[in-house]
């Protein structure tokens, strides 16, 4: 009898698990059309009552500024969208085992292999630097985990379509952005293997409980990264909408008449401006005073230096890595940004 009910209670355990599933699959389906419904009517209210609050102003620079505020958002707000929904994904359902079978154990060969392994595993890069720890708690070489953390938000399929969508008949500044963020990548990899410390890297120790994984994570995980994404978008929307009203065009004329300063002054821009990877494309393509290859370089720094993961990476790694690495990855970025816009642009 007591295994008759041993048996019975392991199926019924096997049936809750399979109703919390399913529960937990119809909230993550309600909760992206809800998203979606909400960003229709944000589309919706924008185009309507944003020309007529700049006609009752009476500004043209506001009706200006309203006009790529709102073209940038909704734009870039779907591919944010599909991009969070896929990162959340795979930090739900991929077992991190499956990196470190995947990477040889010679770091000189490990390093390109993660840098291209962002092609395949799209991510945010907000989720990229606890990701990196995670490899890194699993004995993954730091030099191959820090070349994931820089490529996989910069150079995944989301990203790239977004970056087609946002320069239409454009394919060069596509590739542009992939060789130039695997370049980086791959280079930033290989500087860590040969010049880097391990007093300047705290890696990670493991945390006190064990993450959830399956539904469970899965719809956390994508609420958390689409409102927090979804926030740097607007702001880096409203920053570039402003940028291109506030600044008067002769101070644009001192850096667009100079392709060093335009590249410099972009690149130090996408520091500032934190806009997610999904979205920065459509913010660079806006930016149509400067060269391509400054919006080039705008589109390779953000995804792997600004603010927000400079604080991501002194959290995660200690502030000695992050003051190192932020500048190394910031110098690479730009130098390979005009390398690559020199040979395609």
Not at 24 to 33: E, K
Not at 185 to 214: C, H
Not at 240 to 265: E, K, M, Q, Y
């Amino acid at each position: 009898m007591d295994s008759e009910h041993g048996g019975g209670y392991g199926q019924y355990g096997g049936g809750t698990r399979v109703v919390d599933g399913l529960r937990f699959a119809v909230r993550a389906v309600a909760y992206a059309v809800v998203a979606g419904l909400a960003l229709i009517v944000i589309a919706t209210v924008a185009s309507v009552l944003g020309p007529t609050l700049a006609l009752d102003l009476y500004t043209p620079a506001v009706a200006a500024w309203w006009t790529v505020f709102t073209a940038v958002v909704v734009q870039a707000v779907p591919f944010l969208l599909l991009g969070t929904v896929v990162s959340a994904a795979i930090a739900a359902f991929v077992p991190e085992k499956v990196f470190t079978r995947l990477l040889p154990r010679n770091q000189a060969l490990a390093v390109p292999i993660a840098g291209a392994a962002g092609v395949v595993l799209p991510g945010c890069e907000c989720a990229s630097v606890p990701v990196a720890g995670s490899l890194m708690r699993r004995g993954v070489a730091p030099a191959a985990a820090l070349a994931f953390l820089l490529s996989a938000p910069a150079i995944n399929p989301v990203v790239l379509v977004a970056t087609s969508i946002a320069f239409p008949g454009q394919p060069d500044m596509v590739l542009g952005r992939l060789v130039a963020s695997l370049a980086t990548s791959v280079i930033m990899g290989w500087l860590w293997a040969r010049f880097g410390r391990d007093e300047w890297l705290r890696k990670p120790t493991s945390a006190g409980g064990a993450s959830d994984s399956g539904w469970r994570g899965f719809l956390p995980g994508l609420q958390h990264d689409f409102l927090h994404a979804g926030g740097f978008l607007v702001l880096g929307a409203g920053a570039a909408a402003t940028f291109n009203i506030v600044v008067p065009r002769s101070v644009l004329d001192v850096f667009t008449g100079s392709p060093w300063l335009s590249v410099l002054l972009l690149a130090v821009l996408a520091v500032v401006l934190c806009v997610c990877s999904e979205a920065d494309a459509f913010v660079a393509a806006s930016l149509s005073g400067f060269s391509p290859t400054a919006r080039l370089a705008f589109m390779v720094v953000g995804p792997m230096v600004d603010l927000k993961l400079f604080a991501l990476q002194a959290g995660t790694f200690g502030r000695s890595f992050a003051v190192r690495f932020s500048s190394a990855t910031w110098v690479v970025a730009v130098a390979s940004s005009v390398v690559v816009g020199w040979w395609l642009l």
